[in-house]
Nanobody, 120 residues
């Protein structure tokens, strides 16, 4: 069992940057691949970034590639999402999630989500 807790969301303006954090507790955090997913009202949930357990491999959705960076610090049991050049369409609830698999992740542990709102 892994408990995940996101933080760092908020209201920002278009073009601003924001860093989300997700702290894991419970079973060994470093054993899991991690992902950041988001869901906006009326839209399907989107996997925006994922990272392997070691941090050596990452992957991004086309919608955020070049603007978002996922990284992790296993010594702190934390995964981050650095978001830059934010756009109003980035507005969503952002969730971190853990998977035993990086390539084709099936997320089994989820955080409660943090709201990101980008004003134009």
């Amino acid at each position: 069992q892994v408990q995940l807790a996101e933080s760092g969301g908020g209201l920002v303006q278009a073009g601003d940057s924001l860093r989300l954090s997700c702290v894991g507790t419970g079973r060994t955090f470093g054993h899991y691949a991690m992902g950041w997913l988001r869901q906006a009202p009326g839209k399907e949930r989107e996997l925006v970034a994922r990272i392997s357990w070691s941090g050596m491999s990452t992957n991004y959705a086309d919608s955020v590639n070049g603007r978002f960076t996922i990284f992790r610090d296993n010594a702190k049991d934390t995964v981050y999402l650095q978001m830059s050049s934010l756009k109003p369409e980035d507005t969503a609830v952002y969730y971190c999630a853990a998977s035993t698999e990086y390539t084709n992740p099936e997320f089994i542990y989820w955080g409660q989500g943090t709201q990101v709102t980008v004003s134009s």
